[in-house]
């Protein structure tokens, strides 16, 4: 059974930085990909970042130039680093294993104007 932990989230200023991680455990755990999203009250979960098994990284505009998906060295460790932060960043922040469709409980991000 593969499990996500997301940790890393707290409160920030505009313009401020976090660092997210998402711990991967289980025996039956594969490196394919990885991914984040976020939700924010009120609205849809949206996708904010992707690596694939090549490394290959993509994002979306809203984000593009201000985050930064990778993988830890022992393969069981994705990173978010986020920059420039604004309040419409706000939101609990999962991370996705999609190939073993598996979510993360989410951790929260507050950025404050």
């Known amino acids: 059974q593969v499990q996500l932990v997301e940790s890393g989230g707290g409160l920030v200023q505009t313009g401020g930085s976090l660092r997210l991680s998402c711990t991967i455990s289980g025996n039956t755990w594969e490196w394919k990909s990885a991914a984040w999203h976020r939700q924010a009250p009120g609205k849809q979960r949206e996708w904010v970042a992707l690596i694939a098994q090549s490394g290959f990284t993509n994002y979306p505009q809203a984000v593009k130039g201000r985050f930064a998906i990778s993988r830890g060295s022992n393969n069981n460790t994705v990173y978010l680093q986020m920059n420039d932060l604004t309040p419409e960043d706000s939101g609990v922040y999962y991370c996705?294993?999609?190939?073993?469709?598996?979510w993360g409980q989410g951790t929260q991000v507050t950025v404050s104007s």
């Open positions: 996705q294993a999609p190939a073993h469709g598996i």
